[in-house]
């Protein structure tokens, strides 16, 4: 059973009743799905009317710990991102997946979107649960910043005391605050100004 376990949480958690078996097991980490295209971005991003753009550096912001980018403690849980251990490089691969699903990502274009995370957090206590997820978007072309803003988003909700219904809804919860984040950044007028198709 020892090794079955340790060889789930190396390679990530297939199903709805492995995590339920990493819970009651007490397995010390979670990684988050892979970002899938969200349907609800893939039309803003088209509504914009932006030019295709690429994606280049996301990374922790200067002056911001460095633990925020490596795990968020869940009870006796550690989330993790599947991406280089880093929520950073979770939030690049959301935002290309969401840009390369609406036409919008070119790895040749002349603009490059870079981004330097400044906020993560997840917390399910057994009353209301919270997260929070925030970047500083900074967008160049031919050597000149034309947008650089920094955006928050968060959630709260009904936790529960049973760990094994608060965490997984804990995570999606958190997990959904990426694309939530994507979709500011394709709504905010700034942007769409900086970057004109």
């Not at 340790?6 to 010390?28: E, N, W």
């Not at 295709?52 to 633990?67: H, L, M, N, R, W």
């Amino acid at each position: 059973m020892e090794y079955a376990l340790a060889d789930l949480c190396k390679r990530g958690l297939p199903s709805l009743p492995a995590i339920f078996l990493v819970l009651l097991t007490g397995c010390a980490q979670i990684p988050l799905g892979a970002p899938a295209p969200s349907f609800e971005n893939i039309e803003k991003a088209r509504a914009s009317r932006s030019a295709p753009v690429a994606v280049g550096q996301f990374q922790i912001s200067p002056g911001v710990s460095a633990d925020i980018d490596k795990g968020l403690n869940v009870r006796s849980n550690t989330v993790q991102s599947p991406i280089d251990g880093s929520f950073a490089q979770y939030l690049r691969q959301t935002v290309i997946t969401d840009l390369q699903a609406s036409g919008l990502y070119d790895a040749a274009s002349p603009a490059t979107l870079t981004g330097f995370l400044t906020d993560s957090s997840l917390d399910v206590p057994a009353d209301t649960g919270r997260a929070a997820l925030g970047a500083r978007f900074v967008l160049i072309r031919a050597g000149k910043t034309v947008y650089e803003k920094e955006l928050k988003t968060g959630a709260t909700w009904e936790s529960s005391f049973i760990g094994v219904t608060a965490i997984p809804a804990g995570i999606n919860q958190y997990t959904t605050l990426y694309h939530k984040l994507v979709g500011m950044l394709l709504d905010d007028p700034d942007y769409r100004s900086a970057n004109p198709k």
